[in-house]
């Protein structure tokens, strides 16, 4: 493989409308938890599996010994009555190493999505701020102005353009290529303040809470501390893996020595 | 998406032996200052957006909070009497952020150029000199020596060789892969003393003119200042957000903490 | 050639469920080392050549004055008796130098083993440590929790979750892109203490060891101490001149002088 | 264009078994002086370019103020009597800027010459080395051990695995790949002692002279110097623009300020 591909686990779902809700890795990790949580809330089932070469050559490692290479997953869900929508979850370990590697992996989730049917997108990601005024809201954006009205009374801040002026990767190119397909695009953005890549449990709340209003579902918000945990240590650990990996490989292709890197526990 | 792709809006215009112009942004950004003013003066009309994988991966974000990819743009204009030509215009928002990206993407505007009938290619670029001697004349560089003869009377400086050594990007390329398919072209370049990166409307201003005096065309050009002001703002918002979005990747693929970078801004 | 290829020579093999073994080099070349040794021990036969435009742009230059690409060498060996079966073995000068190539040199690698027949890839590894606990075992992942069982009478440490975190390149990724076309792997992990690009033979002998227990097929150690000073040799030649030649590239790419590697002795 | 294309300039040339010469630029553009000089002494015929985006994105400004893009260049010759043979030749301005691009471009050329019916190929490379010894004798290496008898009695130093480990770029490749070809290939390296990039002319007359040897033609040696300093004047604008070209291109990327690299003067 060359490129990026989806897996089918079984059948496609016959879906009805569904509306797609991505929670890949990004700064804070706000929209990975959120929707990681919500999609095992509501018992989702995985049906796919998106791998690249635009990710990084390596795989992890389990607690059973057992391997996997870097992913993405598509799970579904099936509405319980009229006032709910049929969803679609993306969650993942990772985002493209390369920058031409979004745009080839961005579409090929539209495409798959297209067959799915989807005509309604929300994607979440993690604004760093230096201090934090509005603690209770999400800011907005949209791929095209009235997108806005659709989304206006869940309280999601629509002043965006003054605030922000770019969204990185797939949160973002999933509206910006998703325009083209006629897709309506909705991007939640929570503020954080800390590092971005130290997971922000607080802003990845308050994604979620929208996340649930949006979609009329109910779930058990009790067990939240302890998944967030969880997740906390599943993503570092990917990270640090990954970091370690990236400044092996670097290292390598420098044909430096390795004498200060000594211990770094690492396989090849 | 794996590559670059012209997506039209609508029919393909029905234009007559057009003459292109092209306007990316470059050095000084004096090519696009100067087609963009002169495309919204003429009132030309957009037909075509050109999106590509060599384009950074992040989204724009409008004052509407609408979002939009890194795109070219392509726009037309039909000549009004017997002493003017159908002009095809491209201006936007990027060129390509590696080395190969650049032939793929001007192949492919070729490609659409031949579609379009055009024969005649004139491009823009700033010359980042150290003093400046000749404020009112441009230089110019062509396909082949026999274009020299059309644009004579204009006022362009030809010696070029002697000067300059080499054109960089599409304002190049569109000039020496065109002369494979038999395409005539002319590339004025406009000197400037300032930093590349910052935009230069003396120059610009130049240019306008000698493009207005080879398309035989009339412009007001009373709001040229008010227009400069307005596009540069739009370009530097660009090209900081790509320089955060730059150096956030790359730290991020150095797998480096961002304790140096907390005053930044940035979504993911 | 723009991209990975498989050159056949002579024909295909007809080989029965026969089981695949993957010695590339990497930390400490273990994995080099042990399977290059059994393959030459069992007298298996090359039968095809793996190149890449993901390998070094060079030759190398034999005693002899002949050159080669970089490659990677499939043999194979059949059965002598019930108790064994056909094998295939990987061996090879390289692996991707691009992070991106190791995905496609691999699916490249899985196609051709699919066509062999093949269902059951044991890969090996370096696993670099600080100090070392466990001389006489190895580690082993697996591609799904229940390869465990076919190897649990080796004396393979299956807690692997717990010690370490990744497997980088073809000895992870055959694992891992291998699970989806229900192919069993297993990786061995030997600990070794050294500078990772110095060959550990120590480390290569329980390697070795463990896989002639595995295949049940009898060799001569006697001479595997010169063997290993030979290949030892030979792999440390490549790496030093991948060393010069990519530290050379980058030189010349990054336009800096070379008045600091006037020692050096290259070619371009 | 993405990839690599040899445009025709004409018909395909009828030959009879020609001989193929490369000496594209390198250490001390040794090959590229000696291969340059020979096929403007024997007026050989252009008969294709090879143009490819794994070159830089720029175009070369020449004293008419005509522009081309960095290019490879097809000339052919045809023998005069029965002792001699048709010639290919290959010069140019550039190799790949990137690893992976130097396997497509020379592919692209081997497919061309197995269509021009080329069986014999010689390249040409300087060797870089701290004392010179042996001034007037090449040193050889050959695609395999049997070519050498072919070309023992024109005075090559064969002993060249003891000297050398490694051939980078064309040179190299187009032996090691054009094995699996079975084209006889033989690389003709001249010693050189001074840095990689500053031209050796000297050198370069010992692999002239070798070359009309093995391929018994007879040239004016008189305008070797006048022709070598012409030559050395182009190459050296090349290298000159290309290190700006880079650098510039580098600066940008990383969203740097140019304030160091005010005295460049470029284009873009």
């Excluded at 998944?227 to 993503?235: A, G, L, T």
Aim: hydrophobic share 40%.
């Amino acid at each position: 493989m060359n490129g990026t591909k989806i897996k089918l686990i079984g059948e496609l779902p016959k879906l009805n409308n569904p509306i797609f809700i991505e929670g890949l890795p990004g700064v804070g990790n706000v929209g990975r938890i959120a929707v990681g949580y919500l999609l095992e809330e509501l018992k989702a089932k995985k049906f796919a599996e998106l791998i690249s070469s635009h990710f990084m050559p390596f795989v992890l490692i389990h607690q059973s010994s057992a391997v996997h290479v870097l992913k993405n997953e598509f799970y579904y869900w099936k509405s319980k009555d009229q006032k709910q929508r049929d969803i679609v979850f993306l969650i993942g370990d990772s985002q493209s190493v390369d920058t031409t590697g979004h745009y080839e992996i961005v579409e090929t989730i539209l495409d798959f999505l297209e067959k799915l049917g989807v005509k309604d997108i929300i994607t979440t990601a993690g604004l760093s701020v230096q201090t934090k005024e509005k603690k209770d809201r999400l800011i907005g954006a949209v791929s095209s102005p009235d997108v806005i009205k659709k989304y206006e009374k869940i309280g999601i801040d629509f002043d965006t353009g003054s605030k922000v002026g770019t969204i990185i990767g797939a949160s973002g190119l999933l509206l910006g290529l998703g325009r083209y397909r006629d897709m309506n695009g909705l991007c939640l953005l929570g503020e954080t303040s800390g590092m971005p890549e130290i997971p922000d449990p607080k802003t990845a709340e308050i994604i979620l809470k929208v996340l649930v209003k949006i979609l009329n579902v109910k779930i058990d918000m009790s067990e939240l501390q302890v998944k967030i945990k969880e997740m906390e240590k599943f993503m570092s650990k990917i990270q640090k893996v990954q970091s370690k990996a990236l400044s092996q490989m670097l290292a390598e292709e420098m044909g430096k020595g390795t004498g200060d890197k000594e211990d770094l526990k690492y396989i090849g």
